[in-house]
Nanobody, 114 residues
Framework: QVQLVESGGGLVQPGGSLRLSCAAS????????MRWHRQAPGKERELVAS???????NYADSVKGRFTISRDNTKNTVTLQMSNLSPEDTAVYYC????????WGQGTQVTVSS
Protein backbone atom coordinates (compact mmCIF):
# COMPACT_ATOMS: atom_id res chain seq x y z
CA GLN A 1 0.00 0.00 0.00
CA VAL A 2 1.44 3.32 -1.08
CA GLN A 3 1.58 6.02 1.57
CA LEU A 4 2.78 9.59 1.43
CA VAL A 5 2.95 11.38 4.75
CA GLU A 6 3.68 15.10 4.93
CA SER A 7 5.03 16.77 8.03
CA GLY A 8 6.64 20.01 9.13
CA GLY A 9 3.77 22.43 8.73
CA GLY A 10 2.82 24.96 11.34
CA LEU A 11 2.44 28.60 12.20
CA VAL A 12 5.25 30.93 11.20
CA GLN A 13 5.65 34.69 11.10
CA PRO A 14 6.06 36.56 7.82
CA GLY A 15 9.65 36.36 6.68
CA GLY A 16 10.16 33.08 8.47
CA SER A 17 11.07 29.65 7.21
CA LEU A 18 9.66 26.14 7.33
CA ARG A 19 10.84 22.79 6.11
CA LEU A 20 8.22 20.34 4.88
CA SER A 21 8.94 16.67 4.48
CA CYS A 22 7.07 13.95 2.64
CA ALA A 23 7.86 10.37 3.57
CA ALA A 24 6.95 7.72 1.02
CA SER A 25 6.41 4.04 1.56
CA UNK A 26 5.02 1.13 -0.41
CA UNK A 27 6.68 2.16 -3.67
CA UNK A 28 10.09 2.27 -5.29
CA UNK A 29 10.59 5.93 -4.51
CA UNK A 30 13.53 6.51 -6.83
CA UNK A 31 11.36 5.64 -9.81
CA UNK A 32 8.93 8.51 -9.19
CA UNK A 33 9.13 12.17 -9.99
CA MET A 34 7.52 14.14 -7.19
CA ARG A 35 5.59 17.34 -6.74
CA TRP A 36 4.46 19.68 -4.02
CA HIS A 37 1.10 21.36 -4.45
CA ARG A 38 -0.74 23.72 -2.17
CA GLN A 39 -4.32 24.78 -1.73
CA ALA A 40 -5.40 27.92 0.04
CA PRO A 41 -8.95 28.37 1.35
CA GLY A 42 -11.32 29.19 -1.48
CA LYS A 43 -8.64 28.74 -4.11
CA GLU A 44 -7.73 26.04 -6.58
CA ARG A 45 -4.88 23.69 -5.92
CA GLU A 46 -1.60 25.16 -7.18
CA LEU A 47 1.54 23.39 -8.30
CA VAL A 48 4.44 24.69 -6.23
CA ALA A 49 7.48 22.65 -7.19
CA SER A 50 8.49 19.43 -8.86
CA UNK A 51 11.57 17.26 -8.91
CA UNK A 52 12.43 14.60 -11.44
CA UNK A 53 13.88 11.19 -10.71
CA UNK A 54 17.31 12.56 -11.53
CA UNK A 55 16.84 15.64 -9.34
CA UNK A 56 15.95 18.30 -11.90
CA UNK A 57 13.66 20.90 -10.36
CA ASN A 58 10.97 23.32 -11.44
CA TYR A 59 9.13 25.98 -9.47
CA ALA A 60 6.07 28.14 -9.73
CA ASP A 61 6.98 31.75 -10.35
CA SER A 62 5.37 32.70 -7.05
CA VAL A 63 7.91 30.68 -5.04
CA LYS A 64 10.99 30.81 -7.24
CA GLY A 65 14.02 31.93 -5.25
CA ARG A 66 12.28 31.28 -1.93
CA PHE A 67 11.45 27.56 -2.00
CA THR A 68 13.76 24.63 -2.65
CA ILE A 69 12.61 21.11 -3.41
CA SER A 70 14.97 18.21 -2.86
CA ARG A 71 14.84 14.46 -2.51
CA ASP A 72 16.70 11.76 -0.66
CA ASN A 73 16.20 8.41 -2.33
CA THR A 74 17.97 6.64 0.53
CA LYS A 75 15.32 7.88 2.95
CA ASN A 76 12.38 7.89 0.53
CA THR A 77 11.67 11.52 1.26
CA VAL A 78 11.04 14.70 -0.66
CA THR A 79 11.54 17.99 1.11
CA LEU A 80 10.34 21.52 0.52
CA GLN A 81 12.46 24.16 2.17
CA MET A 82 10.50 27.41 2.34
CA SER A 83 11.96 30.75 3.25
CA ASN A 84 10.89 34.38 3.30
CA LEU A 85 7.32 33.23 3.80
CA SER A 86 4.42 35.60 3.34
CA PRO A 87 0.74 35.34 4.28
CA GLU A 88 0.05 34.45 0.65
CA ASP A 89 1.89 31.18 1.24
CA THR A 90 -0.74 30.08 3.75
CA ALA A 91 -2.24 26.84 2.48
CA VAL A 92 -2.40 23.11 2.93
CA TYR A 93 0.66 21.63 1.27
CA TYR A 94 0.50 18.23 -0.40
CA CYS A 95 3.12 16.01 -1.93
CA UNK A 96 2.27 13.66 -4.76
CA UNK A 97 3.85 11.33 -7.22
CA UNK A 98 3.90 12.13 -10.91
CA UNK A 99 2.37 8.91 -12.07
CA UNK A 100 -0.81 7.29 -13.25
CA UNK A 101 -2.43 6.84 -10.89
CA UNK A 102 -0.95 9.62 -8.82
CA UNK A 103 -0.52 9.09 -5.11
CA TRP A 104 -1.20 11.95 -2.71
CA GLY A 105 -0.50 12.62 0.90
CA GLN A 106 -3.04 13.97 3.35
CA GLY A 107 -1.47 17.41 3.46
CA THR A 108 0.12 19.61 6.09
CA GLN A 109 -1.12 23.04 7.08
CA VAL A 110 1.17 26.04 6.71
CA THR A 111 -0.03 29.30 8.22
CA VAL A 112 1.96 32.48 7.82
CA SER A 113 0.72 35.15 10.17
CA SER A 114 1.95 37.66 12.69
Amino acid sequence: QVQLVESGGGLVQPGGSLRLSCAASGLTFSKYAMRWHRQAPGKERELVASISRSGSTNYADSVKGRFTISRDNTKNTVTLQMSNLSPEDTAVYYCNTISTPAYWGQGTQVTVSS
